[in-house]
């Protein structure tokens, strides 16, 4: 009788331990950025992946194709966007294929594909690389774009350091960083994606003004060999840099509320038609239109090759400088989500306003730092792009559908998957090495915070 009391008591007690956990859980969960608001509507995820993925890369992609030349440039162009619309697809069907649970981060999926410590490990540092990569490249993009408005308006007037302009930009980003979520900054995401279409479009239609130029070449511009491989390795990190947002697809869909009779892939799934339908208007008219006017002598940023006319240009430098903004944010949250998880349940820091205004400033100054120390921007694009942007974008999803899904051999779902696998571990191998080279050759003529 008294070992009955006694167990009875055991349970209680082991209940109510269970009970206050999950109630810790849950508190943090409601502080957390990824988590805390679940009633975004499905066109959010349109302009989310929209401003996630029309980044800055879109400029460089003519450039990308004078290195590539017309048949393999449009062929990878095209394969990319094909592929990386099927591993979003894979990734948003794999978010609730666990009853009654949500993969709501990048890493949870591949804790469940792989284990819980092999999963973090494979995931979390690819997923860094890429989200402080693609911040600190739009830490220069912003600043650089910056520039070139001061410099196109105040014509003649004395130069202005680089460092000063990506400063400058940096402020805007110590401010909005405070915003908790996702959603709160939706409306920032939204001015984001109505600006990228617009300065890809002002991109495509200048270049039809002003013409195909008169003596214009389609051939390569290096005079080695040595030099049209390496610039073709780069172009490849350039093109895998503009199909960069899958990094963020699990964290924005989780953002969307769901029930067992409405899951949210439906919702996602839709806001992700539109968001590649708007891609594919942004990046195929900007690369052949770009490319097929200014030929080999196009520069890595279409918009340096368009100087006139003057205001249009400043507008488009103004939308890229606002879209920047925008994606800046939307990588920064995931990263700030990650920043807070560990802050909160591993170091036992109380959930609180302070925390987060500490560790978001923090993590824009030091973005800011590395933008202003190594701003060569279409090295650092091929080397970013190459390395940490084909896994995650291009074959980590396809390995995790292997993992979890076991297709049989052979099977259409089988080949699908591992010729992915094998054109990503390709990319991820080939286009580093290129950016890689073109970092060491603008080092050599650089001065540090010129």
Same mark, same amino acid.
């Given at each position: 009788m008294g070992d009955q009391v006694q167990t009875g008591g055991q349970e209680e007690h082991v209940s109510h331990d269970v009970d206050e956990k999950l109630k810790k859980q849950k508190a943090i969960d409601d502080w957390l950025p990824i988590t805390s608001s679940r009633n975004a509507k499905w066109w959010y995820s349109a302009f989310h992946n929209v401003t996630a993925m029309v980044g800055a890369g879109v400029l460089s992609l003519p450039y990308a194709m004078s290195n590539l030349g017309w048949g393999p440039g449009v062929v990878i162009l095209i394969l990319s966007w094909t592929i990386t619309f099927y591993t979003l697809w894979q990734m948003v069907e794999m978010h609730e294929m666990v009853p009654g649970k949500r993969l709501d981060r990048y890493h949870e999926l591949g804790q469940h594909a792989f284990g819980e410590k092999l999963g973090l490990y494979i995931v979390v540092p690819q997923q860094l690389i890429c989200e402080v990569g693609v911040d600190i490249v739009y830490m220069v993009t912003g600043g650089k774009s910056l520039?070139?408005?001061?410099? @196109?308006?105040?014509?003649?007037?004395?130069?202005?350091?680089?460092? $000063?302009?990506?400063?400058?930009?940096?402020?805007?980003?110590?401010?909005?960083?405070?915003?908790? &979520?996702?959603?709160?900054?939706?409306?920032? !995401?939204?001015? *984001? *994606?109505? #600006?990228? @279409?617009? $300065?890809? /479009?002002?991109?495509? !239609?200048?270049?039809?003004?002003?013409?195909?130029?008169?003596?214009?070449?389609?051939?390569?511009?290096?005079?080695?060999?040595?030099? /049209?491989?390496?610039?073709?390795?780069? *172009?490849?990190?350039?093109v895998a840099f503009a199909y960069a947002g899958h990094n963020v697809v699990l964290e924005i869909q989780a953002t969307i509320p769901s029930t067992p009779e409405k899951p949210s892939k439906g919702p996602m799934w839709r806001g992700v038609v539109i968001a590649y339908i708007v891609v594919a208007l942004c990046y195929f008219p900007v690369a052949?239109?770009? $490319?097929?006017?200014?030929? &080999?002598?196009?520069?890595?940023?279409?918009?340096?090759?368009?100087?006139?006319?003057?205001? @249009?240009?400043? *507008?488009? &430098? #103004?939308f890229v400088v606002v879209h920047v903004i925008g994606s800046y944010q939307l990588y920064a949250m995931p990263v700030f989500d990650m920043i807070e998880t560990v802050m909160v349940t591993k170091l036992h820091f109380k959930p609180s306003g302070l925390l987060r205004f500490i560790t978001r400033n923090l993590y824009v100054a030091f973005t800011m730092f590395v933008a202003i120390t190594f701003p060569f921007f279409g090295g650092l694009l091929g080397f970013f792009g190459g390395f940490a942007f084909a896994p995650t974008t291009y074959f980590l999803p396809c390995i995790m559908w292997l993992a979890i899904y076991k297709p049989k051999k052979f099977s259409l779902s089988w080949c699908t998957n591992w010729i992915c696998i094998i054109l990503g571990l390709l990319l991820m191998i080939l286009s580093p090495i290129g950016g890689l080279r073109n970092i060491i050759k603008s080092a050599k003529h650089y001065k540090f915070y010129s």
């Open positions: 520039q070139k408005i001061h410099d @196109l308006v105040c014509n003649g007037r004395k130069p202005i350091k680089t460092t $000063y302009f990506i400063m400058i930009f940096a402020s805007v980003h110590f401010v909005l960083a405070h915003l908790p &979520n996702f959603n709160s900054i939706s409306g920032v !995401s939204l001015a *984001a *994606a109505v #600006m990228s @279409l617009s $300065y890809s /479009t002002i991109a495509w !239609s200048a270049s039809v003004h002003k013409g195909k130029q008169p003596n214009v070449e389609y051939g390569y511009k290096a005079t080695t060999t040595s030099g /049209t491989v390496f610039d073709f390795f780069t *172009a490849l990190g350039d052949l239109v770009g $490319y097929y006017v200014f030929g &080999n002598i196009v520069e890595d940023n279409i918009l340096i090759s368009l100087d006139k006319p003057t205001w @249009l240009i400043v *507008a488009a &430098n #103004m």
